[in-house]
Nanobody, 121 residues
Framework: QVQLVESGGGLVQPGGSLRLSCAAS????????MGWYRQAPGKQRELVAA???????NYADSVKGRFTISRDNAKNTVYLQMNSLKPEDTAVYYC???????????????WGQGTQVTVSS
């Protein structure tokens, strides 16, 4: 059984910072890509940032220069450092591992349960 568990969300004022963490646990052989998505009320879920096991990254245009994604492969953990937060960053943030290879050698797309980020004064 594989689980992705996010932490670090909360309420922050505009211009503030938060750091999200997502730890994958269970029977894991390898995780190629890890990423963060977000979904605001009434909107579709969108990609925020992703990182490969080799460290290649990509970001949504709306967060470039403000957010930084990183990972610790030894801990199967991905982070999202969010700086200069804006009210429009308010959303539920989800961790995703779209090509996680479990202990049986099967590849699945896993999601975390989500963590709320609210940017408001």
């Amino acid at each position: 059984q594989v689980q992705l568990v996010e932490s670090g969300g909360g309420l922050v004022q505009p211009g503030g910072s938060l750091r999200l963490s997502c730890a994958a646990s269970g029977s894991i052989f390898r995780i190629y890509t890890m990423g963060w998505y977000r979904q605001a009320p009434g909107k579709q879920r969108e990609l925020v940032a992703a990182i490969t096991s080799g460290g290649s990254t990509n970001y949504a245009d709306s967060v470039k220069g403000r957010f930084t994604i990183s990972r610790d492969n030894a801990k199967n953990t991905v982070y999202l450092q969010m700086n200069s937060l804006k009210p429009e960053d308010t959303a539920v943030y989800y961790c995703n591992a779209p090509d996680l290879v479990n202990g049986l050698g099967s590849v699945y797309d896993y999601w975390g349960q989500g963590t709320q980020v609210t940017v408001s004064s």
